[in-house]
């Protein structure tokens, strides 16, 4: 698949995203600041975004900074963060890297991939979404469905997110990256599922290799 294409499909994709997609909920649910991204992120790893938005919304109102979050009795925040499964580890992650941000970066969440990868507990996809969304760097942030998605397509064969990161940064004109995860993400929840796929209502059939519709 042609790099034009794709950006065809990203445009598509554009005009189709509902407002009640899980990312969308996820994005709409809390006040966006570098810090409450960067929560957001570390909770919403390995579970859904509406169970991401439940807890944020709640966790907010009381901790939006990394001093209230740290005033918050361990017991009290693993409930808390319950729903997001994992809570006993990612209620330790979220004091663990507020006290850092205090400690190291002044209570600022540093709007670069260098020091938010020194962080312990932060990774590549997490700083990327940061970067992209906190601080509007052009990025281009993977999971498994900007991973499976474009490879589903033809644009690239990779094997592995961090390959598909490089290939997807290479053919995509640095305009688009910053709405590469959002569009694809939200594709991949609401209509390209791995699992049971609505390809019957896919706004981009015509342009998908696997669609039974259109092969």
């Known amino acids: ?3 034009k294409k794709f950006l065809e499909i990203l445009d598509i994709l554009s005009q189709n995203i509902q407002d009640d997609t899980p990312s969308s909920i996820l ?5 966006r600041t570098p810090y409450t991204i960067l929560m957001a992120t570390l909770l919403s790893l390995r579970t859904k975004d ?3 938005a439940r807890v944020v919304s709640k966790l ?3 901790a ?4 209230s979050m740290l005033q918050i009795p361990i017991e009290e925040l ?16 979220l004091q663990d890297v507020s006290q850092v ?10 709007s670069n991939k260098k020091d938010l990868l020194s962080i312990k507990n932060i990774g590549e996809k997490t700083a990327n979404i940061v970067l992209n969304n906190a601080f509007n760097i052009p990025i281009i942030a993977v999971d498994t469905h900007v991973h499976r998605i474009p490879n589903l397509l033809g644009f ?4 592995n997110e961090k390959d598909t990161q490089k290939e997807l940064s290479k053919k995509i004109p640095k305009e688009y990256w910053s709405i590469v995860n959002f569009n694809i993400v939200s594709f991949g929840q609401t209509i390209c599922k791995t699992r049971n796929p609505l390809c019957n209502i896919c706004p981009i059939s015509n342009f998908c290799r696997k669609n039974p519709f259109t092969n």
């Not at 693993?78 to 992650?93: D, W």
């Not at 941000?101 to 540093?110: A, E, G, K, T, Y």
């Open 78 to 93: 693993q409930e808390i963060v319950k729903p997001t499964g994992m809570y006993r580890k990612k209620a330790q992650i």
């Open 60 to 62: 907010f109102i009381i």
């Open 27 to 31: 994005k709409n649910s809390f006040k």
């Open 156 to 159: 690239i064969d990779t094997q």
């Open 1 to 3: 698949m042609e790099t």
């Open 101 to 110: 941000l205090i400690d190291r970066f002044d209570s600022q969440v540093p």
């Open 50 to 52: 509406e169970n991401t």
């Open 64 to 67: 939006n900074t990394p001093q």
